[in-house]
């Protein structure tokens, strides 16, 4: 599928916005993997998606960059509180049920990162010792890249801060196999 038409193709979706920017331009800030392990969202250290188990910064960075292209996905929801579990965590995974679908509309090889770490289990196969189930459909979150999304929604238009009442949700489609 060709970028207009991925643009078009998540809009139709849902998104309420979708830019496309270089990987190379990505602002990856390694000082933010402290905070997985202040561990808020309950992942860290049992969900293979998710520190330590994802690998370094340096390798997740290295992970997005093998790829040239990201689509970035933005969702709005009308959550007051952004640490309201009960409310945040079906959101996002409504949100990344849409990346991957738009993923398989796309049709092309490419990583996905997601809104949240990996869900696809309960719980994830790690805790009981066990390979992951589905490597090739695991996907970790924009944190646990140490991706600046901040500065990554104003690049691409998008508001990240976006109001009393109103929580934005970002994942991206790397595509683009590099070299
Ligand atoms: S696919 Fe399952 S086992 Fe693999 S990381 Fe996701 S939740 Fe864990």
């Known amino acids: ?15 309420a916005n979708a830019a496309l920017v270089n990987t190379e331009d990505l602002v990856f800030i390694p000082s933010f993997r402290p905070l997985c392990e202040e561990n808020l969202c309950g992942k860290y250290g ?34 007051e509180d952004p ?31 997601g809104a949240s770490g990996c869900s696809l289990c309960t719980p994830c196969a790690i805790t009981e010792g066990q390979p992951c189930r589905f490597p090739e459909l695991r996907y970790s979150c924009m944190s ?20 009393p009442g109103v929580t934005a949700f970002f994942s991206m489609y790397c595509f683009g196999p590099r070299g």
């Open 1 to 15: 599928m060709d970028e207009k038409r991925l643009l078009a193709k998540a809009l139709e979706l849902g998104f």
């Open 46 to 79: 049992v969900n293979y998606s998710c520190p330590p188990a994802c690998g370094s910064v340096d390798e997740m960075r290295l992970r997005v960059q093998s790829w040239r292209r990201a689509l970035v996905l933005q969702t709005m929801w009308d959550i």
């Open 83 to 113: 640490l309201d579990g009960a409310q945040v965590k079906p959101a996002k995974a409504q949100h990344n049920r849409l990346t991957r679908e738009l993923i398989n509309l796309a049709g092309e090889p490419g990583l996905m990162v």
């Open 144 to 163: 646990a890249y140490c991706i600046f999304v901040k500065d990554l929604a104003q690049r691409c238009g998008m508001e990240y801060d976006c109001g």
